[in-house]
């Protein structure tokens, strides 16, 4: 298989403040990494793709600016929420394909959790 | 548009019960199906896949039979045990591998 690891777990931070969450692959290598929202009870909703090299790709309603995201090197991608409010509270996973760009194979990493006071 | 409509939750059994979650969906040509698993404070795993008509998934004595004509992808195990509780994901990938869709997720909890 393949391991995604994600950093932090979970984490709390005060309203107005900016959050950096990272995904790493441990054991291979993403050109290509996708990130995720999943609200309670509710499915995962496609944010964004990250891509090395290159700006990511926003999914339509998802605020660029809100949500910042640099793909540093071919193992790791971050996710920087930015002047967070209580409405971003939420679980991000991110998930990488292993091999060729595509959906087909991802591998997700454990979420980390985010409370905004 | 690409879609997938899973079955809502929770579903609650009993050890050694049989369990099947519903999966439906609607895409224009091919396109491949999964079922995910996302354990008590873990990520998604890849449960298993079918990537063409009358194709079955197996794993883990889960199994998903892509039907074409009635668009499902059905996850069924005919002995649940405590460990498969649970949230399982219905998924979707287009024909060429540019889009993915969740269902909204099934919550299974199995008891003793």
């Known amino acids: 298989g393949a391991v995604v690891s994600q950093h932090p777990s979970w984490v709390i931070c005060k309203s107005g403040t900016s959050v950096k969450i990272e995904c790493r692959s441990l054991?291979?290598?993403?050109?290509?990494m996708f990130w995720y929202r999943q609200f309670p009870k509710q499915s995962l909703m496609l944010m964004a793709t990250s891509n090395e090299g290159s700006k990511a790709t926003y999914e339509q309603g998802v605020e660029k600016d809100k949500f910042l995201i640099n793909h540093a090197s071919l193992t790791l991608s971050t996710l920087t929420v930015t002047s967070a409010h209580p409405e971003d509270s939420s679980f991000y996973i991110c998930s990488a394909p292993k091999g060729r760009a595509s959906y087909n194979e991802q591998f997700f990493g454990p979420g980390t959790r985010l409370t905004v006071l | 548009g690409n879609s997938v409509t899973q079955m809502e939750g929770p579903v609650t059994l009993s050890e050694e019960a049989f369990l099947t979650i519903n999966c439906t969906y609607t895409a224009t040509g091919y396109p491949s199906l999964f079922w995910y698993v996302q354990y008590p404070g873990e990520g998604l795993q890849l449960l298993l896949k079918a990537t063409k008509a009358d194709d079955k998934g197996s794993n883990k004595g889960f199994e998903a039979t892509y039907r074409k004509e009635t668009t499902s992808f059905h996850l069924e195990k005919g002995s649940v045990q405590v460990s498969d509780s649970a949230v399982y994901f219905c998924?979707?990938?287009?024909?060429?591998?540019?889009?993915?869709?969740f269902g909204t997720g099934t919550s299974l909890t199995v008891i003793p």
């Open positions: 054991d291979f290598q993403a050109t290509t």
């Open positions: 998924a979707l990938s287009d024909q060429d591998g540019n889009q993915f869709y």
